[in-house]
């Protein structure tokens, strides 16, 4: 079978999605600790991994139809080995799929930084993505529940999810936000302000560069046409931009001054929030919904001070918020296709609006209740966090026995901020 152009592109697309996660590692690299920054790189590589090896034996199958328990999930032997396809070209989209799998609980890893066991985040990974990721993707791609012909997809409404509002970043964000609960937070966390900083912000910023780069084949993988190519690809652009500027302008006004870190933070959460949206949105909407969740994500990181969870990175504040900004704003701003529905400003009524808030609240459970038990079964089997003593030297030391630098000191175990009220 001759290689037509659409799979060279899927082909582009999936190593640019895989690039993601090496991009996430810097990202969250940088943002921790000096004594963590090996550990956060490494949770995100070892998800590579773990993934691609559970995507070939069952993780696929249990993505595609036909599904089991009533729309929930596909088959798990059905394409065990992907024996099957073998001499097919559909290893070309397995595989792009596989990339979304893995950056989605790779997510998951920066709020739990600083004191997190390895070993239980290699056992916390593939259960995950079996029991958690999976259905989700099978029930919002693959047929099941929240698809058109589901029990829920046809009675509310089929949601619109591009590229992944609902399966990759609220899912991640939630579970992220029930693992800071059950891990519990560092043992510094908030005692005084500004306790923890980046320690590297050129690596957050090459990190946040090469997710931009890999964004681009996270939304346009997909595409049907040149003209939807086109719509997303501006619209990844656009939304992210305008995400920047307006996290930016809230830190000047709240805080006096904006931030390197802000700039990386608002672009991802314009990312995030375009993800569902890309195909559905005019410009003019991705910059609505690159505006909104560039405030809305700017004001959520300030919720774990408030409400007490230690969300080390950001993952709840920037995914979920974000998350849910973009896949609801669908309702609203989802342009018509071939003159008919759209979202409520397009004159389409409420049921676009109905089909997003159902699916936002659906994953919210589903993903909350799974998670949760997974997270207590590992925390009391194995443990999932480290001791206070390893928590102190770092968990690059404890769990690695390695540092992120070498010169002159043992740097991985310095804190700025420590060596700052020392003196």
Same mark, same amino acid.
């Given at each position: 079978?001759?290689?037509?152009?659409?799979?060279?592109?899927?082909?582009?697309?999936?190593?640019?999605?895989?690039?993601?996660?090496?991009?996430?590692?810097?990202?969250?690299?940088?943002?921790?600790?000096?004594?963590?920054?090996?550990?956060?790189?490494?949770?995100?590589?070892?998800?590579?991994?773990?993934?691609?090896?559970?995507?070939?034996?069952?993780?696929?199958?249990?993505?595609?139809?036909?599904?089991?328990?009533?729309?929930?999930?596909?088959?798990?032997?059905?394409?065990?080995?992907?024996?099957?396809?073998?001499?097919?070209?559909?290893?070309?989209?397995?595989?792009?799929?596989?990339?979304?799998?893995?950056?989605?609980?790779?997510?998951?890893?920066?709020?739990?930084?600083? @004191?997190?066991?390895?070993?239980?985040?290699?056992?916390?990974?593939?259960? +995950?993505?079996?029991?958690?990721?999976?259905?989700?993707? *099978?029930?919002? +791609?693959?047929?099941?529940?929240?698809?058109?012909?589901?029990?829920?997809?046809?009675?509310?409404?089929?949601?619109?999810?591009?590229?992944?509002?609902?399966?990759?970043?609220?899912?991640?964000?939630?579970?992220?936000?029930?693992?800071?609960?059950?891990?519990?937070?560092?043992?510094? *966390?908030?005692?005084?302000?500004?306790?923890?900083?980046?320690?590297?912000?050129?690596?957050?910023?090459?990190?946040?560069?090469?997710?931009?780069?890999?964004?681009?084949?996270?939304?346009?993988?997909?595409?049907?046409?040149?003209?939807?190519?086109?719509?997303?690809?501006?619209?990844?652009?656009?939304?992210?931009?305008?995400?920047?500027?307006?996290?930016?302008?809230?830190?000047?006004?709240?805080?006096?001054?904006?931030?390197?870190?802000?700039?990386?933070?608002?672009?991802?959460?314009?990312?995030?929030?375009?993800?569902?949206?890309?195909?559905?949105?005019?410009?003019?909407?991705?910059?609505?919904?690159?505006?909104?969740?560039?405030?809305?994500?700017?004001?959520?990181?300030? +919720?774990?001070?408030?409400?007490?969870?230690?969300?080390?990175?950001?993952?709840?504040?920037?995914?979920?918020?974000?998350?849910?900004?973009?896949?609801?704003?669908?309702?609203?701003?989802?342009?018509?296709?071939?003159?008919?529905?759209?979202?409520?400003?397009?004159?389409?009524?409420?049921?676009?609006?109905?089909?997003?808030?159902?699916?936002?609240?659906?994953?919210?459970?589903?993903?909350?209740?799974?998670?949760?038990?997974?997270?207590?079964?590992?925390?009391?089997?194995?443990?999932?966090?480290?001791?206070?003593?390893?928590?102190?030297?770092?968990?690059?030391?404890?769990?690695?026995?390695?540092?992120?630098?070498?010169?002159?000191?043992?740097?991985?175990?310095?804190?700025?901020?420590?060596?700052?009220? @020392?003196?």
């Amino acid at each position: 079978m001759e290689l037509s152009t659409s799979d060279v592109w899927v082909m582009v697309s999936a190593a640019l999605v895989l690039l993601m996660t090496p991009g996430l590692a810097f990202f969250y690299g940088g943002l921790a600790r000096a004594k963590a920054a090996l550990n956060m790189v490494m949770m995100s590589f070892v998800s590579i991994g773990l993934v691609g090896v559970v995507w070939v034996l069952w993780g696929y199958g249990m993505t595609s139809a036909p599904g089991m328990l009533g729309g929930l999930v596909g088959n798990p032997l059905k394409d065990f080995g992907l024996v099957d396809h073998v001499g097919t070209g559909d290893l070309i989209g397995i595989g792009y799929g596989a990339t979304f799998a893995i950056i989605t609980v790779a997510l998951i890893s920066g709020a739990v930084a600083d @004191r997190t066991r390895f070993s239980s985040w290699t056992v916390f990974v593939p259960i +995950w993505v079996t029991l958690v990721y999976c259905p989700l993707a *099978f029930m919002v +791609w693959g047929g099941g529940l929240l698809s058109a012909d589901g029990a829920i997809g046809s009675r509310f409404g089929e949601a619109i999810d591009f590229a992944g509002g609902t399966v990759v970043h609220i899912n991640a964000g939630l579970a992220a936000l029930v693992l800071v609960y059950i891990i519990g937070s560092r043992a510094d *966390f908030g005692k005084s302000k500004g306790y923890h900083r980046p320690h590297n912000l050129p690596l957050v910023m090459i990190g946040t560069a090469l997710l931009w780069f890999g964004w681009f084949g996270f939304n346009g993988g997909a595409a049907g046409t040149a003209e939807e190519a086109g719509l997303i690809w501006v619209n990844t652009l656009v939304a992210p931009a305008a995400a920047m500027l307006a996290w930016l302008l809230t830190e000047r006004v709240r805080d006096g001054r904006p931030t390197s870190v802000g700039a990386a933070s608002g672009v991802v959460a314009g990312l995030v929030a375009i993800t569902p949206a890309c195909a559905s949105v005019s410009p003019l909407g991705a910059l609505v919904i690159g505006l909104l969740a560039g405030v809305g994500s700017a004001i959520a990181v300030g +919720w774990k001070y408030r409400f007490g969870y230690d969300d080390a990175l950001d993952v709840v504040g920037v995914h979920l918020v974000s998350g849910i900004i973009g896949t609801v704003a669908i309702g609203f701003l989802a342009l018509p296709v071939d003159g008919e529905g759209g979202g409520l400003f397009y004159g389409g009524g409420a049921g676009q609006l109905v089909a997003q808030v159902v699916a936002t609240l659906f994953t919210l459970v589903f993903t909350g209740v799974m998670t949760a038990l997974i997270g207590i079964l590992i925390a009391k089997t194995i443990g999932f966090r480290v001791s206070p003593e390893d928590e102190a030297r770092g968990v690059d030391l404890s769990e690695h026995s390695e540092s992120a630098y070498a010169f002159g000191e043992d740097v991985a175990s310095y804190d700025p901020l420590a060596e700052e009220a @020392r003196a």
